[in-house]
């Protein structure tokens, strides 16, 4: 199903849509300030494994993201965080990043091995806007072509016709990105950049 959602004002009953498929442990595609993602709902273990299938990884290693509508659950996910830290992510999020930071003792029973978690809040109203009304943060991925160099599709349609069959649903919110997020790592005494993305490595 390719559904299309609006950025400008994302309409309730659609994002309501949405979050019925992810409770019950569906799969979707939908849209972020960087690129598209697959995302499911992290509560959901059966939806969790087929996130896990559907990137061909082992779900207790996989290096999945969390996308989070704003910072008031981190402490359900992460162990304390510290001042500077803290100031980083006020500073940056909503925003083009992904940070790793320790992972704490209260993550589901799928990700209870994890050290890490990697944590999202895109600048994306759509995005946001799920999560909300979900109630509780997705589990996410990059939506990538499997060819041999890195190709994003930033086409909806392009990625419904391509993965309609493994999805339940793709959120058509335009054409995406085809740079994903910086990722850095919040776990040391100072910031580790990861991988460069959209998001300026000047934090």
Same mark, same amino acid.
């Given at each position: 199903?390719?559904?299309?959602?609006?950025?400008?004002?994302?309409? %309730?009953?659609?994002?309501?849509?949405?979050?019925?498929?992810?409770? /019950?442990? @569906?799969?979707?595609?939908?849209?972020?300030?960087?690129?598209?993602?697959?995302? #499911?709902?992290?509560?959901?273990?059966?939806?969790?494994?087929?996130?896990?299938?559907?990137? &061909?990884?082992?779900?207790?290693?996989?290096?999945?993201?969390?996308? #989070?509508?704003?910072?008031?659950?981190?402490?359900?996910?992460?162990?304390?965080?510290?001042?500077?830290?803290?100031?980083?992510?006020?500073?940056?999020? %909503?925003?083009?990043?992904?940070?790793?930071?320790?992972?704490? =003792?209260?993550?589901?029973?799928?990700?209870?091995?994890?050290?890490?978690?990697?944590?999202?809040? %895109?600048?994306? =109203?759509?995005?946001? =806007?799920? *999560?909300?009304?979900?109630?509780?943060?997705?589990? =996410?991925?990059?939506?990538?072509?499997?060819?041999?160099?890195?190709?994003?599709?930033?086409?909806?349609?392009?990625?419904?016709? /391509?993965?309609?069959?493994? *999805?339940?649903?793709?959120?058509?919110? @335009?054409? @995406?990105?085809?740079?994903?997020?910086? *990722?850095?790592?919040?776990?040391?005494?100072?910031?580790?950049?990861?991988?460069? &993305?959209?998001?300026?490595?000047?934090?």
């Amino acid at each position: 199903m390719l559904l299309k959602i609006y950025p400008e004002n994302p309409n %309730p009953k659609q994002v309501e849509q949405v979050v019925e498929v992810l409770k /019950k442990g @569906g799969l979707i595609v939908f849209p972020t300030d960087t690129v598209y993602a697959f995302g #499911c709902d992290l509560n959901n273990n059966k939806a969790l494994h087929r996130l896990a299938d559907i990137r &061909g990884v082992d779900l207790a290693k996989a290096n999945f993201s969390f996308i #989070c509508s704003d910072l008031s659950n981190l402490s359900d996910f992460t162990r304390q965080i510290d001042n500077p830290t803290y100031k980083i992510l006020r500073r940056t999020l %909503p925003g083009p990043y992904t940070f790793i930071l320790p992972g704490s =003792s209260k993550l589901p029973s799928a990700f209870k091995k994890k050290k890490e978690v990697g944590i999202r809040v %895109p600048d994306h =109203s759509v995005a946001r =806007s799920i *999560v909300e009304t979900l109630g509780n943060p997705l589990v =996410s991925a990059s939506l990538y072509d499997d060819d041999e160099i890195l190709e994003y599709t930033t086409d909806p349609e392009l990625i419904h016709e /391509k993965w309609i069959d493994k *999805v339940d649903l793709v959120v058509d919110s @335009g054409y @995406g990105g085809n740079v994903p997020s910086t *990722v850095i790592d919040l776990r040391g005494d100072q910031p580790e950049l990861i991988r460069e &993305g959209k998001g300026s490595v000047e934090i």
